[in-house]
């Protein structure tokens, strides 16, 4: 039981950071490219993550549908101390010029869906703001061709200019356009494979963050 504690900590950490941090990557958040949201229901992309130490990891994350102005993002990502995939959706809106987190929703192998919006919007009024367009803070390198195992794709280069992270996008890929990534500080991402028809794999009613702990016998996050 105290693995699966230490296991769900370890993502809930990870889901609890704006999709569009650069600095968590554990549960496959895209980085600061949030200008080229490109949501398209039932279309993502599958990727490869090479921390900084050399382990290798992968991810999926795709759109899974169209709600109340926004779209519903999964992510998927195995987690060995859990034994088999977790999966966690966000409702994603775009207010003015940032894009705001208006749900979130987890599940773990073989548990119920966990409704964990309100952390996450705890977790979004605590967060440094950060505006939707990262190519205002952001150098163009010009067009290059890149090949990754999912094709060849002619993609946009463009470097950060907050702290040298490299970026390859294309508007063939959905939902963040993302093909490459590199950077000093963080995870390298690549580009495995398109997904299509893509269907949300969390399934069953959500409980609270409140029932989720306690099943656990833990005692319920303050909030």
Excluded at 79 to 106: C, E, W
Excluded at 135 to 147: C, D, F, K, Y
């Amino acid at each position: 039981m105290k693995i699966a504690v230490r296991a769900l900590l370890t993502v809930l950490m990870a889901i609890g950071f704006a999709p569009w941090s650069a600095a968590q990557m554990g549960m496959g958040r895209p980085p600061s490219i949030a200008g080229v949201f490109n949501p398209v229901v039932g279309s993502g992309a599958s990727y490869e993550m090479t921390r900084k130490n050399g382990e290798k990891s992968s991810f999926d994350m795709y759109v899974v549908d169209k709600e109340a102005g926004g779209y519903w993002i999964e992510y998927g990502m195995e987690v060995p101390q859990m034994h088999g995939t977790m999966y966690s959706k966000m409702l994603l809106v775009r207010q003015a010029d940032d894009i705001m987190i208006q749900r979130s929703i987890f599940q773990m192998p073989g548990r119920p869906p966990v409704d964990a919006s309100s952390m996450m919007q705890m977790r979004s009024m605590q967060d440094e703001k950060q505006k939707a367009d990262f190519r205002a803070n952001a150098e163009n390198l010009g067009s290059e061709s890149v090949t990754t195992p999912a094709g060849t794709f002619s993609c946009q280069h463009w470097r950060s200019k907050k702290d040298g992270s490299e970026y390859w996008i294309s508007d063939k890929v959905t939902p963040w356009q993302l093909v490459k990534t590199t950077g000093k500080d963080q995870n390298s991402i690549v580009l495995v494979r398109l997904i299509t028809n893509a269907k949300s794999h969390i399934t069953g009613t959500p409980v609270s963050m409140q029932e989720m702990m306690k099943g656990m016998g833990q005692q319920p996050p303050h909030q």
